[in-house]
């Protein structure tokens, strides 16, 4: 009976061990390898431009959603022009990150483990690493690079957008007076926030590339294999994501001494 | 130049090679033959340090890759070239890409010199002016002669083929084992091929060694080999199959 749940256990923290010593691996290549721009830049654009509108239509409605929620509870206690503040807050240090991090997980982390998870299966990697390359430095590094840069831009532009939406929801859905509003949203929403945001959506990043390329690059036999990797690499991602945010928020509360 | 001993490998119950042992000098061309499923392709990954075994050494230049890290294996590496069995070309790269890349990430050569040996290279395995193309829109033989371009462009000093003419038309396959004497005379490299076609392993070979039942069974010149009165290999080099009940 004990048994299983003895080997489960072992085995995840196996797999943690190895994703851990990739990680350490990316980042000593990182800072002795010589970057390779083409392939730098062919990443940034995969990840960044690519994912512009899924990432833009998950801020604007999330704004958007927050603050219509927001007011139908200050409504009541007649803070209206606190809506915006509260948006604002919240997609700096928690919904711009986190979501925008769950949407590229979903797009590129997929993606990342389905690319070098086929690599692997068709002898790719092996092919690799004949011609004298480390499968870290020429594929782990440029898409780790890649989205440890691409996120906390596009967690700027979700935020962002979403703000607005819920600024341009405020005043001409709900009819909240937009000076008081944005006056508010002003002086509660600090640098220290989006200093927050920015940090959480730079290693949501470095989660999102170390998981799908250490599924890619270790991943089973067959097609069956790569739609295993793929799969588990948005589902670790993502749950990877949720749990590192919690605590990198009381971390970065401490950090930046607000707590 | 490469040296093999005792070598064990199995996956999970299965085990595939069973105490292989065998000396490889320098400058010379050695044909590896056995059935299909015997080992051959292991066998080559391991001599690479591709796949490390479950016991047993391989030497390369003297060097033992036992307990090298792979950044350590890189640079044994870069005295081989290796052609694979299913070609293994970079589907996200050109042909042209895929040819140079060793020359790409050394970044010694500039773009000019390197697109002209491309063109010499790919001239050479009989496909000129598909630089351009993608890997998919090509047919197995054609990536088999790409992946071969790769593998022998930067002038190995090892270069291990595994089935380079298997799938080609028989006039290709004569001009690619041609090429690979080539290559062996010219730049005195040592060669190891892995091939199932009798004929080109007469050609090729100056020593024929036989994998069979997970070992070494056989190893002599072409002329022993074709002479060799063992049942197994008589029965190899004929390619006659077993009798067995006749269901058609
Ligand atoms: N990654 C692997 N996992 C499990 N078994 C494997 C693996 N690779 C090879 N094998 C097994 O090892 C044996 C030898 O395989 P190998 O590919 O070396 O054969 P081969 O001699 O090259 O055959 P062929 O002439 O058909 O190419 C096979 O029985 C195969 O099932
Ligand atoms: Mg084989």
Redesign the pocket.
Known sequence: MTLFPNRFVEEWIEGLGRLVLLAKEAVASLLTFKIAWRDLIYQIYFVGVKSQSVVLTTGAFTGMVLATQTYLQFHKVKMDTATLAVVSVGMCSELGPVLTSLMVAGRVGAAIAAELGTMRVTEQIDALRTLATHPVDYLVVPRLLALIIALPVLTLEAVTLGIGAGHAVSTYLLGIDPVWSWYHMQHYTTTDDLIMGLTKAFIFGGIIAIVGCYKGLGCG?GAEGVGRATTEAVVYASIGILITNFFLTLALARLLNVL | MIEVRELRRS??P?R?LDGVTFRIEKGESVVII??????????LKHLIGLQQPDSGDVLIAGENLRGLSERELIRVRRRFGMLF?GAALFDSLTVAENVAFAFRRDGSLTERVIAERVAEMLEMVDLPGIEDKKPSELSGGMRKRVGLARAIIYRPEIVLY??PTTGLDPIVADSIDQLILRVRDRIQTTTVV?T?DMRSARRIGQRILM?HDKRIYAAGTPEEIFASADPVVRQFVEGVSNPKEVYF
């Open positions: 036999e | 996956f999970g299965h595939v056995g059935r299909s499923g015997s080992g051959k392709s292991v066998l069995q595994d089935e892995v199932h994998l």
